[in-house]
């Protein structure tokens, strides 16, 4: 088969992470190596920078300057919120024509994979050659398919430390500390606070995900009972739990609590749950003197240095992965790691591709071997888990 | 002059930082080298150990683990938020006078020292031989007389690394972000955030601190005109900020947007402020559409592994000579810190001792050098702060 000749675009999609752009530059450095692909156009602001030609040329930087952008946190060419539809995807497809784009690299989440997934239907559509690949990223670790997402195990890794910070501190000054945590509608991250638990009376005490729900009295009485144990209580609370309905906890704080809401409900950048769920203990729970709500928010997807080094090397591969897929094997797809050791032995890994049907829109939610009771997470999670985060500092004590 | 021979006892107070137990094992170190010391009592949380007798003794503990103990963060003897009076304070004496404790040292902010000033006034008015020592600690850096405190430079480069990823991110998917920053009813911490800025777009656009109070309707049109010019705005906000007649927004934000305030405000611990300012923005300019807010919270003074190279042996030094102090020149009062070099060369300090009253209940507020404009820190508070945070990563961009 004659290799196909042309151009390629990256784009990255989506809230970003401390290793996204590991992952673009795992895809220029290996597409730099291959004759069949000329200029590497980056997008700015993914699909966004697609339809409007806001490109900028990628073959030709140092490799100086490619390595300190693969270190530096957060999307260097812009990240886009924009979930194209089938006419936005025919209007990027005119702007790939013009510039003989036949490569299609697109780092994000499902709703990255959807993209990546029409305009392969289009390519055909049109009979237009065009390599179609999705390279995984989410600090939500929500995409079905691959073991994990890159970005996942450096979030993890900043929530098991900020946990077992403010553990101590909670041990300083006794009292109940809620923490929110992302991970949308899923409890992935919520539940790699547990790694901060190094003596049996650590917290946190109690892991809320949105895989079990949870009704209100349950969560008072939970936290109390803690408090009456360990004369104290740190919460994790995932941003996404839901009560018995399935109704999430957010919006109801935020029609109890916050003046202008418009019914759209944001689930990071608000204070509001922390705050919901502190009021709610106070209401029932007066006794307790000391009562706290913190959101860890955009610092767990962007903060400079906490990283791990796995996933550092894991994010870079799968870009890299993501050019070989496309010019030796001629496929489109969505990259996805497959894990080869188990349990607690050496880590090890590989690449496969995954069609994009399967990963585009779709959600994977943490299974009932990791959880099935409220406020609790099964130490089953702590053997998938520790390999990808590394290790932790360990706490001195008196 | 003879050596004062006796037990000493050491206790921590306040909110921890990450270097609060080097100034515990500097002391302990120290101590363990005086003949003239016995044993050294470490209290649990703080005076309220010293009252109940709750002791543990750290004399015969190993370098290793004190080792670990320095190296962890928040307070391992546990903390405490009480304020004693003379009253507390003869109670507390009587608890010495029957375990022959005759070193007293104290690490924590302006409330300890006040603790050991009147400690120090009781043992005058018994004739009772006592060496009362404050170890200043806070991550708020407001305690007067010395340059600067321990707990300071490292919850700064926190602020600094977070505001720095958190900028990435707001660079990535524009829109306006406001992250509220501990300090109290100063700005030190805040206005660290201005050492992210490493390229003449990126953020913090905007800082506000409580030295220099702001009128809502003047910081809705300054975020406005920073996202007119940079289509985006970062903001660095005080928790202790007012409008100009002294009223915190805190407390404003707290009577609009919590059902079950009781008058108390609570700075720390709840994201009312960011909500609250997010929502005026939103109130008047609608038409920006991306609007978060974070609260950075009790990250800034326990994360793990962020930690200021110059503020650990600032911290430890304290505490030794803390003993110093207390021993060879058997006086009482304040560690403090003077800063020998002047601006940009090499940093070199040495510590001094200061009258208890003089720090004793005092704040030290940002000077108008460092600030007098509602939004903006001036370049000669980075000559002061530089020094004290250390290196910080250097982003790679496109």
Not at 10 to 26: A, C, F, R, Y
Not at 83 to 97: A, G, L, N, T, W
Not at 124 to 145: F, G, Q, W
Request: charged fraction near 25%; charge should be negative.
């Amino acid at each position: 088969m004659a290799k196909l000749k042309g151009n390629a675009v990256v784009g990255q999609s989506g809230g970003p992470t401390v290793v996204i752009n590991q992952s673009l530059v795992g895809i220029v450095k290996a597409a730099k190596q291959r004759e069949e692909i000329g200029k590497i156009y980056g997008a700015r602001n993914g699909v966004r920078g697609m339809l409007e030609e806001q490109f900028v040329e990628l073959q030709d930087l140092p490799d100086r300057q490619l390595d300190a952008v693969a270190g530096t946190p957060s999307a260097a060419l812009g990240s886009t919120r924009d979930k194209p539809d089938e006419e936005y995807c025919s209007k990027i497809f005119e702007v790939f024509r013009k510039n003989d784009i036949h490569y299609f690299f697109y780092i994000g989440g499902n709703d990255s994979a959807s993209t990546a997934h029409i305009l392969n239907g289009l390519s055909e559509k049109y009979s237009y050659d065009l390599r179609a690949i999705h390279v995984p990223k989410t600090i939500d670790n929500d995409l079905p398919v691959t073991d994990h997402c890159p970005g996942y195990p450096s979030a993890a890794r900043f929530v098991a430390m900020a946990i077992m910070g403010d553990n101590l501190d909670n041990k300083s000054l006794p009292g109940v500390k809620i923490d929110i945590i992302m991970g949308r509608h899923t409890g992935w991250l919520a539940a790699a606070s547990m790694l901060a638990r190094q003596d049996s009376d650590d917290g946190p005490h109690l892991i809320y995900v949105p895989e079990v729900p949870v009704e209100m009295t349950q969560f008072v009485e939970d936290v109390d009972r803690v408090v009456q144990t360990h004369g104290r209580c740190l919460v994790a609370v995932s941003e996404g739990i839901t009560d018995n309905k399935g109704e999430l906890w957010a919006k109801k704080a935020q029609a109890v609590m916050e003046q202008d809401a418009h019914g759209n409900v944001t689930l990071s950048g608000t204070g509001v749950l922390a705050d919901f769920l502190v009021s709610e203990l106070r209401k029932s729970k007066s006794h307790i003197k000391r009562m706290r709500g913190d959101t860890f928010g955009y610092l767990q997807r962007c903060f400079p240095g906490v990283i791990s080094a796995v996933d550092a090397q894991e994010a870079y591969l799968v870009g890299q992965e993501a050019v070989r897929y496309a010019t030796d094997w001629a496929m489109d797809g969505s990259v996805a790691i497959r894990r080869l050791s188990e349990g607690a032995g050496e880590y090890k890994m590989e690449t496969f591709l995954t069609p994009l049907a399967s990963v585009a829109a779709k959600t994977k939610t943490m299974p009932a071997e990791y959880c099935d009771t409220p406020g609790v997470i099964k130490d089953a999670f702590l053997d998938y888990l520790k390999p990808l985060v590394g290790d932790l500092p360990v706490c001195g004590r008196l």
